[in-house]
């Protein structure tokens, strides 16, 4: 059963950092693309950051320059380092994982449970 958990999140002012960890577990065959989601309030789920397996990554237009993803291999978890936060980055972020669990089977995405960012203006 695989599991994606997150931990990081809290409450900054803005100007501020955090830190956002997301570590998959459970019957993993290969991780294919990582990345963290947001949803903020009222608003749609969007796309923050994406990282392939080959490293290569791709930010919404609204963090680039100040929000960084990587990931591990080896430990199988993507980070996402805040910087310069803005109150409008307030939002519940989410973790997500392209994930085949078998060499026989597809991959298929898979989603942590969220967890909260808010920045104080």
């Known amino acids: 059963q695989v599991q994606l958990v997150e931990s990081g999140g809290g409450l900054v002012q803005a100007g501020g950092s955090l830190r956002l960890s997301c570590s998959a577990s459970?019957?993993?065959?290969?991780?294919?693309?990582m990345g963290w989601y947001r949803q903020a309030p009222g608003k749609q789920r969007e796309l923050a950051a994406t990282?392939?397996?080959?490293?290569?990554?791709n930010y919404a237009d609204s963090v680039k320059g100040r929000f960084t993803i990587s990931r591990d291999n080896a430990k199988n978890t993507v980070y996402l380092q805040m910087n310069s936060l803005k109150p409008e980055d307030t939002a519940v972020y989410y973790c997500?994982?392209?994930?085949?669990?078998?060499?026989?089977?597809?991959?298929?995405?898979?989603w942590g449970q969220g967890t909260q960012v808010t920045v104080s203006s």
């Open positions: 990282i392939t397996d080959g490293g290569s990554t």
């Open positions: 997500n994982a392209v994930i085949r669990t078998s060499f026989f089977r597809p991959e298929y995405p898979y």
């Open positions: 459970g019957g993993i065959f290969r991780i294919n693309a």
